[in-house]
């Protein structure tokens, strides 16, 4: 028998007894191998790898809320394969609709078409930080960063304390929003 499938089952099991620690490990050792997985699909499917992270917690997310649910009596890799099997098909069914409605812009081109005279800022600026402020926080803070104050990936993550990766994926996802939005009012 596998050895993860084990050491993650006795975890699972102590995790019913209320052992967190056991429980935490295992979480944490099933994040890394989680990681690697999800990656290796994602760019298997030639999707970018900047989603990793979040099939990642939504698998870690669904795995804790449903722990009630694995049946100790059974093996356990196949119920967590089973969760992270229709999570990765989830992503890549969204960013298969996703890509679609992609606009993939250089940094250079999203800075100029926020400068531009063609915009007229006095008449579009209520109704702009009306729709940035109904994203979530964090992606707020990315437009804010990047698209009105011109600060390029690298620095917005260090201004908001994340990685690039992550500033990137806030801001294309906003901006996908802010566009749903923009063309919802028209």
Request: glycine share 4%; with cysteine; proline share 2%.
């Amino acid at each position: 028998m596998d050895t993860r499938e084990i050491r993650w089952a006795e975890a699972m099991r102590a995790e019913r007894v209320g052992d967190s620690m056991a429980y935490e490990a295992f979480l944490r050792e099933f994040a890394i191998f989680l990681r690697r997985l999800v990656e290796t699909h994602l760019r298997r499917t030639r999707f970018g790898v900047a989603e990793t992270e979040d099939v990642v917690q939504e698998v870690l997310i669904a795995v804790h809320s449903r722990r009630d649910q694995w049946d100790i009596q059974r093996p356990l890799l196949p119920w967590l394969n089973a969760i992270t099997r229709y999570k990765i098909i989830d992503t890549s069914r969204r960013l298969g609709r996703d890509a679609r409605m992609r606009i993939d812009l250089s940094e250079e081109e999203w800075a100029r078409m926020f400068t531009s005279d063609c915009i007229n800022f006095d008449h579009n600026l209520a109704d702009a930080e009306r729709l940035i402020s109904e994203l979530p926080r964090k992606e707020q803070a990315a437009v804010r960063t990047i698209a009105l104050e011109g600060a390029s990936t690298g620095e917005a993550a260090k201004k908001l304390g994340t990685s690039d990766a992550a500033v990137r994926v806030a801001f294309h996802r906003s901006l996908k929003k802010l566009m749903l939005a923009a063309q919802g009012r028209l």
